[in-house]
């Protein structure tokens, strides 16, 4: 079964480290984003605790500030995002391009003794970058549907379309732990923690620029209703 599991998540492109790597020994290796002394956005060798086998990580470094870890990343409609419980728990897509970090994965950083928080970055069809920012993110474990258990106070300038999602499980096509009698990630296309309106955010629903409740939308970010031509979900540790 392992073995198994192992190969699954091998889904998530580019998150391995090569041999390559890893002859270029611990220092080329960092505890997280945060550490890396570059100031270029890109991938990094990252060893979370000290028992973890080193992975790597996209780090983003400029779009609001730097030494965050991309969750999510979204800029061209290459890669589908409706996609089925198994593919959002252990990751898919290509660091290099469009991906989706994986719940466990992004459970295991979160819950590993350290206070987290979060930002989604977003960008509009008419070239317009807005950001939301939380001071707290808590996500459960696969036992509690990955339920999004907090994202503490905002600060931005794109809204807060995410706080009214805080205490609902994620759901998939295939696994439907939303509090309604329909599954929302069939009606919007998408996979997230909807609640019992489904949503008022759909970051992981389908890309283009269209004005559909299956669009890839944050409802406070403008024009209201329609698809993000980018979206990034990105997590740090608080200092």
């Known amino acids: ?16 480290a090569t ?25 990094f060798l990252i060893r979370m605790t000290d028992n973890a086998r080193p992975i790597n990580l996209v780090c983003d470094m400029h ?14 409609g290459s890669e589908s995002f409706y996609r089925g419980w198994k593919d959002y728990e252990h990751g ?31 960008k509009n069809f008419q070239g317009l970058a807005h950001y939301s920012k939380f001071s707290k993110f808590e996500l459960g474990s696969a036992s509690e549907g990955y339920a999004l258990k907090q994202v503490g106070q905002y ?8 706080s009214r999602h805080v205490g609902y499980k994620f759901t998939t096509y ?32 389908m890309y283009g620029y269209s004005m559909s409740d299956q669009a890839n939308s944050w409802l406070t970010m403008k024009p209201t209703g329609y698809g993000l031509q980018a979206s990034k979900i990105m997590i740090r540790e608080l200092l």
Request: with cysteine.
């Open 155 to 162: 600060t931005g300038n794109a809204g807060d379309s995410i």
């Open 174 to 205: 295939d696994r439907d732990n939303d509090p309604i009698a329909y599954n929302c990630a069939k009606k919007h296309r998408g996979a997230w923690w909807y609640h019992n309106t489904c949503v008022s955010s759909n970051l992981n629903g």
């Open 92 to 122: 898919f897509g290509n660091l290099d391009g469009e991906f989706w970090l994986g719940l466990e994965r992004i459970s295991s950083l979160v819950n590993n003794g350290r206070r987290w928080e979060i930002m989604f970055w977003m």
């Open 19 to 43: 041999a390559e790597q890893l002859a270029l020994g611990e220092v080329n290796i960092y505890s997280s984003c945060r550490e890396v002394p570059s100031r270029i956005s890109g991938k």
């Open 63 to 76: 779009s609001v500030d730097a030494g965050w870890i991309v969750v999510q990343n979204r800029f061209n």
């Open 1 to 16: 079964m392992r073995s198994l599991i192992m190969l699954y998540r091998g889904v998530l492109e580019g998150i391995e």
